[in-house]
């Protein structure tokens, strides 16, 4: 598997609500991340898929909800997202696709 296939195992996918787009603001990018990725490896695969140079990277884990599911009850996925605060001069439109 080649380095740029690892970096998109890492991050799975933009986050776009009202809160990420108020942080976009600022600087910041949400991503929804691998539940078992690091701080170092997601500031990696981020500057090297998007081309740009991460400031900092903060994490979240959100755990699953306990929910009914066709009466019976089951519990939603943990979550872990990563707000990355870009350099000075550096965008990531997620709203376009890659």
């Keep these: 598997m080649t380095a740029k296939a690892d970096h998109y195992d890492v991050i799975r996918k933009p986050i776009i ?14 991503f929804e991340v691998a539940i078992d990725a690091n701080k170092p490896q997601i500031k990696a695969a981020v500057e090297e898929v998007f081309g740009v140079k991460v400031k900092a990277v903060n994490t979240v884990v959100t755990k699953g909800k306990v929910k009914r ?11 872990k997202k990563a707000y990355v605060t ?10 376009t696709g890659l």
Excluded: H
């Design 17 to 30: 609500t009202e809160k990420t787009t108020m942080a976009s603001e600022n600087g910041a990018v949400v």
């Design 69 to 79: 599911f066709r009466g019976r009850p089951g519990t939603r996925k943990d979550i």
């Design 86 to 95: 870009l350099e000075e001069g550096n965008t990531i439109d997620v709203s």
